[in-house]
């Protein structure tokens, strides 16, 4: 009783009564808020007060600052979205505070891996054997058929005939363009970019190679992604339209092939236009064949005369071909005498080969070949028209002309199979069907390629004679001349390629030696590098490697020795051409570089750019870096006004080049200047004042003059016909007996300039007394002003020939302000001045190159 009251005898106890009728009410509230009518409440036991009910509301105590009164933002909108708090007017109305996600849509794509008729795994091994891989380029003027040759061979390796029937419409009837990705080369119907594909052929005996394609550009602007090609491959094949014949383009290239040593192979392409359009009979359809394939052989002998039957093309030799890209159909000469092999059995491929072309004459009635034309009565005619043209031109009216109830017995006879409802198709739709079958698969192609075409352990030699800078006796060399995959890796790199979002490059080259793999530490050496100059040369690590199949790419762990491959990760430092070995090389040898890439034309058409907001100034020089990377030889640079100048080939380079500027790597709204072409400089007549260049100790001095060359110089170092690497020799005895310069005056060529190619002469021209040991040991740097020289011309700063005194002047500069060994103490004595007031250099320049 005394826990009942306190100290100060106030009841703290707990009424009995009250306490059971505030239980009852409180018992028999809850039975009227739970159900209609009063009902006796169960039972509840400790573990069931310890039970939460996730479904209803719960009795359990919560604190206050555990409460929630409103849901959470990944409550309301889930998990996966991102949640982003910010204060007032920390952004302008017109900027959103959750930027959409940009989509560019500027190339065609395959959404998965489209199926195809062979293995890839089989690919990837295929390239493990270098001698049965093929690289190749497919060049030649506008719209002769190049992207359709190769949907031709995609269409031959790709199971992709199920979307193709999809198509309603306009697109039905739309040529495929597999490798023309880009908007632009779409909505125009021309090539843009080189495109490579790399496919697994087989050859007329069924053996399978790797074939390693670029489909390049036709039109002439765009011949840099032909150079830039052709240094990565091993041949060319040149395709020409059988009725335009030779153009100015396939000109250019045949002639850039010659120079640079390219073995190359001939497709006449377009065959059904001589039956369908010109209508020609097969006389004449001959001899317009026969004049297209002299064109193509006199242009190779006007280039280097005397080259004669080594660079001879010819179909009896086996290295033209004949194709109609539209009709999906090609052959030579041994895969059509291989037709008639399969009919008769005593017929020898090879033997009735070499009589299907030429002035060689089938007599039916004797059935004997002869080279004596027989006389009209007697129907001989020649082996070509006989075997070849007729019964492709019969096949042609058959087709077209008959119904399909006579139609039927025919192809029948041939060993032609269609559907019913195939012979109701329309005619051009019916004559594609018959001639994929009465010829087969491009196995003519393939034969022809593998024949005349080079393996890359084969071309190997050759070309690192042409383009690497190093010596060729060394560990690296050897490993690059076998395509040795154990040996260290070396990639050469000559195009870049924009990735989806347009935000960095993928690097396409060559593998020459060892095997890329992923994740790989790697140098990156720029054109710049030299082993006396490392600046231009970065660390980097590959990303993923690639093969290259234009609308997707293949992911691999590996691409050994030989092959083509796309590289990401190191495209950072790389702006035109690069080559990538590895961090340290074997025995601590010197990293040589391969040569920039040779173009045949030049950037002559040049406009400024500039923002017209000019808050957007850096975004629009990260696109003009961008641009430099992605065009081979557009040039960017800003003069001294201050304006930002880009430098193309054409009218049409310049649409493609600022269209990519402004919705694919800038994307932004930007003012161009009116277009204007480069200037030309030249020297007309021999220097009024001596040029010379000191020294800072003041005691070496080096004089300049400079003089017009003769009619004709330019032009033969220009096309090759003489070069520095011919030797001293060689070089003095060419202009000793083709130009009558004085036999020591010839030997003491220095170099041509700007380049190897370049249309100027540096000759040493110092009297005897001058000591020549001492000369000759900064002859590099004095090559190196002169390059220097000739390539800036000082006028306009124009790379063409420079002008008399000014361009000495800025030689003279440019020898007083390098670091030459005799400047640096290395020669103490005034007395050992390398050229005195009354001996000097002389510079001969050339005439201003016209442009092409």
Known sequence: MDDLYDEFGNFIGEDADASEEESQHGVDAGAYLDDDYPEEAPETTGQELMEVDDDGPSNAVILHEDKQYYPTAQQVYGADVETLVQEEDAQPLSQPIIA??????????????????????????????????????????LHHGKTALMDMLVLETHNIADRLEKRTGKKRDEQLRYTDTHVMERDRGLSVKAAPMSLVLQSTKGKSHLFNIIDTPGHVNFVDEVAASLRLVDGLALVVDVVEGVQVNTEQIIKHAVLENIPMTLIINKMDRLILELRLPPSDAYFKLRHVVEEVNTIIENTIPGSGESKRLSPE????????SEMGWCFTLESFAKMYADSFPSVITDELAKRLWGDIFFNPKKRTFSRKALSSEQGAKRSFIHFVLEPIYKVFSHTISQSPEELKPILASLGIRLKPSQYRMDAKILLKLVCEQFFGPSTGFVDMIVKHIPSPIEAAEAKLERYYTGPLDTKVAESMKKCDQDGPLVIHVTKLFNTVDAKSFYSFGRVMSGIARPGAQVRVLGEGYSVDDEEDMVMATIGSVYIAETRYNVETDGIPAGSLALLSGIDNSIVKSA?????????????????PVSHFTESVLKVAVEPINPSELPKMLDGLRKINKSYPLVTTKVEESGEHI??????????????????????????????????????????????????????????????????????????????????????????????GWDLLAARSIWAFGPDEMGPNILQDDTLAEVDKTLLRSVRETIRQGFSWATREGPLCEERKSPSISFTLFYFAAF????????????FHNSKEELAVSSSCARARIGPPTPFR
């Open 100 to 141: 959409p996600v940009e989509v560019k849509k500027f190339s065609v794509e395959e959404v998965d891996l489209p199926p195809v008729y062979f293995d890839r795994r089989f690919m990837a091994d295929l390239m493990n054997f270098p001698d049965q891989i093929r690289n190749i380029a497919l060049a030649g003027h």
């Open 317 to 324: 030799k086996g290295n033209v071909l004949f194709a109609c």
């Open 579 to 595: 080559t990538v070995i590895p961090p340290k090389l074997e025995d601590d040898e010197d990293a040589y570089i391969f040569k």
């Open 815 to 826: 020898l007083s302000k390098t670091s030459l060994p005799y400047a640096s103490g290395a």
């Open 646 to 739: 880009v430098l193309g080939t054409g009218e049409l380079y310049m649409d493609c080049v600022l269209h990519d500027l402004r919705r694919l790597y800038a994307d932004m709204e930007i003012k161009v200047s009116d277009p204007v072409t480069r200037f030309c400089e030249t020297v007309d007549e021999m220097s009024a004042t001596k040029c010379y260049a000191e020294t800072p100790n003041k005691r070496n001095k080096i004089t300049m003059i400079a003089e017009p060359l003769d009619d004709g110089i330019a032009e033969d170092i220009e096309s090759s016909r003489i070069n520095m690497r011919d030797g001293a020799r060689k070089v003095g005895k060419f202009f000793q007996d083709k130009y």
